[in-house]
């Protein structure tokens, strides 16, 4: 039955086909690993980590019950665990008093688990309500999404994956783009992944805005867009992949604001145009900025967007475009900068969560329709960049070899031969880089995955197992913003508030089940220092306040201090 398996009657039942799930049975333990964990229970159920469970997510019959899967998945995403492989190392036995349980499964089971949910359920779209039901929760935050792309490194050999520029390693590597959609705080919504990576625009066109426009409550009617012809349905926000006058105005055909940052930014404003400017950032912050605002009219678009700069100390311009003519330049600069809110939040993933990780080795076939970028455009690319580096090089050793000569007197034979010898191998790669070019414009750009030679297709990777897990992640992310937002009130620093929490997850805490009474006690050990006892107190009264019933029982969540606990005279 495996170590520390105490309930040997119901584990026998389940094998033999007669027990649907083990029902969560604590046991008064004291001193319990890491049972700090258990105080993020209430903020996970009030994210959804059950709803809508049962009705996507099919599980089999067994000692170990969906309920029970799903919690022991986040609470191992919130001890940092951050893949399946790594449970293995856990205490088994502490980590599955803390669900209830003897004991979590072992982690051949755990895939066995994963992999049925994903072939029988239906992960996607347990995935999407949820993202519907965040959006509902919180209507106003949802009016304003952030886009990004976030290129997933594959290392793998399974399958040759296109290669893409990742930023942050300044290298060009095999992997798939993750497009994240969050709110204006930086909790996400929901996540596309691409293996063929045809763009941010192509893929806000196709899956993105469309998704959005189904699930975003209270839009304006149609009536009301009617009345004001500067009200929009939601606003999206992008960085400069996305600027394209083309895309706002499409956009703006089905009333949604663009955001994003102007390429191409050639002139220079007057320094007298900018006047100085309380923002007001969506953390609540306050600072000052130098803003000025200018009309923009794309001509061939026949559309007028609003151009907002910033004036850095350096004297440098930072240039936002956008269609929202609504609101004036103080909330539109708070809206565009507020982007590092997303990116700390990829970053905190990567970091904390590992995102990046695999969950699955299988690959999934992809579609022959789909456009990828045709391999012998991208070759005569390739060609035409090397011919005119080499030409460039030819041009330079040219002109110093001119100037030369001006300065001193030459050697007439040497300098004759020489000078004819780089003005030959100029004008034949100027001839050969010109047939590239011509061959390049009547070569198609991107062709369908069908017509690709057989030595360069690929295949996708399996997407329902991550997203599954990644799904459990946003949950488990969604849940530690929650209860560090909580600790904000009473905690002056934002990042000391989420440290507090991580250190609330890894303490140990005492497990006192009071059937009598109906209360399931957990009393944490203290914390470092006294201070942050006065925090965990504090939240403590919160929790308590929701009334919470552990999942599965009748037994309500009471959260305690270790120290609130002992007489003032036994105190040392």
Not at 124 to 133: G, I, R, T, V
């Amino acid at each position: 039955m495996g170590l520390g398996c105490t309930r040997e009657q119901e584990r026998v039942e389940a094998a033999l086909g007669g027990l649907n799930e083990a029902v969560p049975a604590f046991v008064p333990d004291q001193d319990v690993k890491s049972a700090g964990v258990l105080f993020a229970l209430p903020a996970l159920l009030l994210n959804g980590l059950l709803k809508y469970a049962n009705n996507y997510l099919s599980f089999p019959k067994g000692y170990y019950g969906l309920q029970s899967f799903l919690l022991l998945l986040s609470f191992a995403a919130l001890l940092r665990i951050k893949s399946l492989e790594a449970i293995r190392y856990c205490e088994a036995g502490e980590l599955g008093k803390a669900i209830g349980l003897d004991r979590i499964p072992e982690i051949r089971t755990l895939r066995k688990k994963v992999k049925y949910i994903t072939n029988h359920g239906e992960p996607e779209q347990w995935s999407k309500e949820l993202s519907k039901y965040w959006m509902e929760e919180d209507p106003e935050l949802a009016g304003i999404l952030y886009v990004d792309g976030h290129v997933r490194v594959y290392s793998g050999s399974k399958t040759p994956l296109p290669k893409r520029y990742v930023s942050r390693q300044k290298l060009c590597l095999r992997g798939l783009t993750d497009y994240w959609v969050n709110d204006a705080v930086g909790k996400p919504f929901f996540v596309v992944s691409k293996a063929v990576n045809s763009g941010l625009l192509s893929v806000m066109r196709e899956q993105i805005i469309p998704r959005l426009l189904r699930d975003i409550p209270k839009q304006p009617t149609g009536e009301e867009l009617k009345a004001n012809r500067h009200l929009y349905r939601f606003g999206v926000v992008f960085d400069r992949e996305g600027y394209s006058p083309e895309f706002f105005k499409e956009m703006w055909e089905k009333r949604i604001a663009c955001y994003t940052y102007k390429k191409y930014v050639n002139d220079v404003w007057p320094e007298s145009e900018f006047i100085e400017k309380e923002v007001v950032l969506n953390n609540g912050e306050v600072v000052k900025m130098k803003l000025a605002e200018r009309g923009v009219y794309f001509r061939k678009q026949d559309l007028w967007v609003r151009e907002i700069r910033k004036l850095t100390d350096t004297g440098h311009q930072t240039s936002i475009i956008t269609t929202d003519f609504m609101n004036n330049a103080e909330v539109l600069a708070a809206r565009m900068f507020s982007r590092w809110s997303q990116e700390n939040f990829l970053k905190y993933m990567m970091e904390h969560y590992g995102i990046d990780r695999l969950i699955e080795y299988e690959q999934e076939a992809i579609s022959e329709t789909t456009k990828v970028v045709n391999p012998r455009y991208r070759e005569l690319e390739s060609q035409i960049k090397t011919k005119s580096t080499l030409l460039n090089r030819q041009r330079v050793k040219y002109g110093a070899l001119v100037l030369k000569a001006e300065g001193e007197e030459p050697d007439i034979r040497k300098y004759v031969q020489e000078k004819a010898t780089i003005r030959e191998s100029i004008d034949t790669l100027e001839k050969e880089i010109e047939q590239l070019k011509a061959t390049k414009k009547n070569t198609e750009k991107h062709i369908e995955f069908s017509k690709l030679p057989e030595d360069k297709k690929f295949q996708d990777l399996k997407k329902s197992g991550k997203q599954f897990v990644d799904t459990i992640k946003m949950i488990a992310y969604r849940a530690e913003t929650a209860m560090a937002n909580t600790l904000q009130e009473y905690i002056s620093k934002k990042d000391e508030a989420r440290s507090l929490v991580r250190q609330i997850f890894m303490t140990d805490a005492d497990i006192m089940p009071d059937e009598k009474n109906g209360v399931l006690r957990i009393t944490i050990h203290n914390m470092t220092n006294p201070r942050n006892n006065r925090y965990v107190q504090q939240l403590c009264d919160v929790l308590n306040s929701s009334e919470t019933l552990f999942p599965g029982t009748n037994l309500r969540l009471v959260y305690n201090l270790v120290s609130n606990q002992i007489p003032p005279d036994q105190e040392f």
